[in-house]
C-alpha cells in the first residue's frame, strides 16, 4: 500500500495485475473494497488497477483536488475510470480536467448533482456522524443502500452483524466525503466527456433515485445505458450482473 501525498489529498492506493490501466473511484462512506473488492481480481486479469481510498482523516476534500489526487495515483499514463456513486462525480471532474490521460467512463448508481432527497440523506448521516451516533448511522446506511427485498430478506442475526460491521468501518474521512456528495455538481462537465462512456443504473435504488442515473445518461454524448435490478450498493446484491455488465464493456470497447 503507498501513500501518493504529491496533491494535498493523500490517497492509499494499492496497484494489482498488468495491461491497460484502470482506475477505480469509489462512494461516500465506502471503501475500495467495499464498492469493487470482488471485481478487482476480475479486472486484474488484463488490466493494470489502480485502487484508491480516500483520506480516513478530517483532510477537506474538493471534487477538483480529489479527480487530481486519483489521476496522480494512475499507475499507466492512459486509463478508463470505474466511478461508483460520488465516484461517478469525480471520474466525469478527471475527464474533463485530464482528457489527454483518461480513456473512457463507467457510471454506476451515480449523480451529477444531488437531488432534495440525497441531500436529506446526507444532512441525516452528518448529524449522526457530528453526533457520534455510529450505531443509527450504520443503521441509517443500511436501510438506504440495499433495495426493499434484498434487506427484507435478511435473516435477523444478519441485519444486526451487517449494522455491526457497517458501525465499526466509521471514521474520521466519512464527513468529508458526506460534504463533498452534497456539494457536487457536474452538470456542466457531461457534454464536455469526450470518451466511450456506460452508464449504470441500479433500479431498485432508494438511495439516489434512478432518475439521477438516467440524467448521466442523458447528457454525456453517446453514453451507453444498461440497467441492473438492485439497490444502491448493486455489486453487493447483483455481482454476477455487475462483473458482467463492466467486463463487457470495457472488453468491446478495447479499453
Known sequence: MTNISANPIALATEITGSGPGIVLAHGAAGSIESN?????????????????????DDTPLDLDGLADALVDAAATERFAVIGFSLGTAVAVRAATRHPDRVSGLVLAAGIARADNRLRLAFDLWSALLRAGDHDAFARLLLHAAFSADFTNGLAPEAVTAAVEALAARVHDGIPAQVALGRAVDTTADLASVAVPTLVIAATEDLLVDPANHRYLADHVPGAEYAQIKAGHVLMAEQPDAWHRTVLDFLDRQGL
Open 36 to 56: 469493487f473488492g470482488s471485481l478487482i481480481p476480475l479486472l486484474a486479469e488484463d488490466h493494470t488497477v489502480t485502487a484508491s481510498d480516500y483520506p480516513t
